[in-house]
């Protein structure tokens, strides 16, 4: 299993290189894709020598590289950037393979995931200092991505997501329900229009409003722990002390201000209190 660069191609390991070299067989996610990164590290493999192995052939791919192992062949396998399996094609030929009786050899390298934790500067912001959870793409229906950054509400731990560009402004609308929250956005990591910048998450969807570029390319998030306090949902108690005196809108707005909450989070809550 090789891990491939993100972007830069300067990121390749010498081990990787060597490999890929000598492999009788390279299995890859996009063999158009690989063909132009072998060449341009002076690899030149025929045709033949590669291998489609992708989400949709996953499974019945598998048997043809367990075969060629058999066979005494050397296979390498590269999704398109970054480590194998890891929301990418992989971990269904990994566990053939090892179901097979046949060894897995992982060689790391880069990764989207890492890449972004290392300069998210996490250091000492919660309980559970270093920990982080990698849930990678939420769901892309809206209901369902609601649900899911609801339960993120109460992870504790940093989290690690992935979004492409024509989802970022859909998911930046949902994570805006978690308020001060501190995300930090990686885009486009390790290329030449590489941009990193730590805001909140209700100011995320207008931080991407601020440069038409910012919708731009791939996106990894590292959504910042919760800082050492109790775990707590919305705090009804004070909306519910303004609520009784002002209407329900500036009960809202004065509520966010104070506690930090979204308003958003804090609409849907003053109007179930109302019902009851």
């Given at each position: 299993?090789?891990?491939?660069?993100?972007?830069?191609?300067?990121?390749?390991?010498?081990?990787?290189?060597?490999?890929?070299?000598?492999?009788?067989?390279?299995?890859?996610?996009?063999?158009?894709?690989?063909?132009?990164?072998?060449?341009?590290?002076?690899?030149?493999?025929?045709?033949?020598?590669?291998?489609?192995?992708?989400?949709?052939?996953?499974?019945?791919?598998?048997?043809?590289?367990?075969?060629?192992?058999?066979?005494?062949?050397?296979?390498?396998?590269?999704?398109?950037?970054?480590?194998?399996?890891?929301?990418?094609?992989?971990?269904?030929?990994?566990?053939?393979?090892?179901?097979?009786?046949?060894?897995?050899?992982?060689?790391?390298?880069?990764?989207?995931?890492?890449?972004?934790?290392?300069?998210?500067?996490?250091?000492?912001?919660?309980?559970?200092?270093?920990?982080?959870?990698?849930?990678?793409?939420?769901?892309?229906?809206?209901?369902?991505?609601?649900?899911?950054?609801?339960?993120?509400?109460?992870?504790?731990?940093?989290?690690?997501?992935?979004?492409?560009?024509?989802?970022?402004?859909?998911?930046?609308?949902?994570?805006?329900?978690l308020g001060s929250r501190t995300v930090t956005v990686g885009r486009e990591?390790?290329?030449?229009?590489?941009?990193?910048?730590?805001?909140?998450?209700?100011?995320?969807?207008?931080?991407?409003?601020?440069?038409?570029?910012?919708?731009?390319?791939?996106?990894?998030?590292?959504?910042?722990?919760?800082?050492?306090?109790?775990?707590?949902?919305?705090?009804?108690?004070?909306?519910?002390?303004?609520?009784?005196?002002?209407?329900?809108?500036?009960?809202?707005?004065?509520?966010?201000?104070?506690?930090?909450?979204?308003?958003?989070?804090?609409?849907?809550?003053?109007?179930?209190?109302?019902?009851?």
């Open positions: 299993m090789v891990a491939t660069p993100i972007g830069n191609l300067a990121d390749i390991t010498l081990r990787a290189l060597h490999l890929l070299q000598i492999a009788d067989t390279v299995a890859c996610e996009d063999t158009r894709h690989s063909q132009t990164l072998l060449r341009a590290y002076g690899i030149d493999k025929p045709a033949a020598q590669l291998l489609a192995v992708h989400q949709h052939n996953e499974s019945e791919a598998a048997q043809t590289v367990i075969d060629r192992l058999r066979q005494g062949q050397r296979v390498a396998y590269a999704s398109d950037a970054g480590t194998p399996a890891i929301s990418d094609p992989g971990a269904r030929l990994v566990a053939a393979v090892r179901v097979a009786g046949l060894p897995v050899i992982p060689l790391p390298g880069a990764s989207s995931v890492t890449t972004a934790l290392s300069v998210a500067g996490i250091a000492g912001d919660g309980a559970q200092e270093g920990s982080f959870v990698f849930i990678g793409f939420l769901p892309s229906k809206s209901s369902e991505r609601a649900t899911a950054v609801e339960a993120l509400r109460l992870e504790t731990r940093s989290v690690v997501l992935l979004e492409a560009p024509h989802r970022i402004e859909a998911l930046a609308g949902a994570l805006a329900a990591l390790t290329k030449q229009f590489e941009e990193i910048a730590s805001v909140s998450a209700e100011d995320l969807p207008a931080w991407l409003q601020a440069d038409a570029n910012r919708v731009r390319g791939e996106f990894v998030l590292v959504l910042h722990p919760i800082r050492d306090q109790a775990v707590t949902g919305p705090d009804d108690r004070v909306l519910k002390l303004l609520l009784a005196e002002l209407p329900l809108k500036t009960a809202v707005k004065l509520c966010a201000e104070i506690t930090g909450e979204a308003r958003n989070t804090l609409y849907e809550l003053a109007l179930s209190l109302k019902k009851s």
